[in-house]
């Protein structure tokens, strides 16, 4: 991912100013308009939405029940969907002490999200959520919550199980933590809100090149690893637990949730009737039109055709991206080595 990210930024850059559309005046409108109306009010619905699930833990393991182990999924589908409809953004606070993966670490490498529940679970000393950062990124996340929840016989471990009480205390420590990261990601995109009211040319450039970067990298992550790592080369190559959020059957919202946002952020950009914002849209609505869950999907012919087309029509969103919105924003693209197909 950080060669991905490297190679994305690398590609983008500062031509001078005859190579830009946006004038300086009109670039910071741009940036800060994006800052205030765009990711600020999602980063507020991350915290809320990160803070209800905490709560939603602490609620339940006062009173385990199967009724309550429902309350807990719905609270932790509405934090995969907050944090997917903002994780393009990788600029800002949001990219320091490792928030980032400490949210939602993946791809998974090497079973570690597992390895890292199991050393969880182990542990004798009390698990809180004030001892979770200095543990690994892979045991602090909604990936872990995700396997609370999901996996196999875990509804019944979570009520009735031997270990039930040292879940729930896992449970209450990841989502507390998680509405801190949350908390800390809002104050602190407040602050650089208030840093790119006052900032210099060259510091709102930068900031344009990053939301740019942002922009194309989002596009690049669902096509490459959500749609084409599940896909394989065919049905029978199928990888279908490499779909984030498998488990809980949330691939396909958090794709289509990432995807809205895109769309969102273009149409801000580019005004909504504008060819590129109409692709994006296009994607978006192709994701949240799915048939079935990813994992199924690319187990049939027909699922794996169905992914195929929403796979292309992300490549051609992020194509009419990489024209349109860069020199909205004063930068401009060159050559992507990411390109090859």
């Known amino acids: 991912m950080r060669v991905l990210l490297s190679l994305l930024f690398l590609c983008i850059g500062l031509h001078g100013a005859s190579a830009q559309d946006a004038s300086p005046a009109a670039g910071k409108a741009q940036v800060q308009r994006i800052a205030q109306d765009f990711v600020g009010p999602r980063y507020e619905r991350l915290h809320s939405t990160m803070q209800a699930q905490a709560d939603a833990w602490r609620r339940f393991c006062g009173a385990p029940s199967q009724p309550g182990v429902d309350t807990l999924d719905t609270a932790f589908r509405d934090a995969v969907l907050a944090w997917s409809s903002v994780n393009l953004v990788r600029y800002g606070p949001v990219s320091e002490d490792f928030r980032y993966e400490r949210i939602d670490y993946w791809p998974e490498r090497r079973n570690e999200v597992a ?4 050393t969880l679970l182990a542990v004798q000393e009390p698990v809180r959520a004030d001892g979770m950062k200095a543990r690994s990124v892979a045991a602090q996340g909604l990936p872990v919550l995700e396997r609370l929840l999901h996996e196999e016989g875990a509804r019944e471990q979570l009520v009735t199980g031997e270990s039930s009480g040292r879940r729930c205390e896992i449970g209450q420590a990841v989502s507390d933590n998680l509405a801190t990261i949350a908390s800390e990601i809002r104050d ?96 978006a609505e192709a994701a949240a039109a799915l048939s079935g869950p990813v994992m199924d999907l690319v187990t049939t012919n027909e699922g794996g055709r169905e992914l195929l087309r929403l796979r292309n029509a992300v490549r051609l969103a992020r194509d009419q991206a990489s024209l349109a919105v860069p020199p909205a924003l004063g930068v401009s693209v060159g050559f992507n080595s990411l390109d090859g197909d």
């Open 115 to 118: 390895r890292g529940l199991a």
């Open 188 to 283: 602190g995109w407040s602050a650089l809100v208030a840093q790119l009211g006052t900032a210099d040319e060259a510091a709102l450039r930068q900031a344009a090149t990053r939301m740019a970067t942002d922009l194309l990298t989002v596009y690049q992550v669902v096509g490459d690893q959500k749609l084409d790592g599940p896909l394989g080369g065919s049905a029978e190559e199928a990888r279908p637990k490499a779909a984030q959020y498998w488990r809980s059957g949330l691939s396909g919202p958090s794709i289509a949730a990432s995807l809205g946002a895109a769309a969102e952020l273009e149409s801000l950009v580019l005004g909504p009737d504008n060819e590129a914002v109409r692709s994006a849209r296009d994607a």
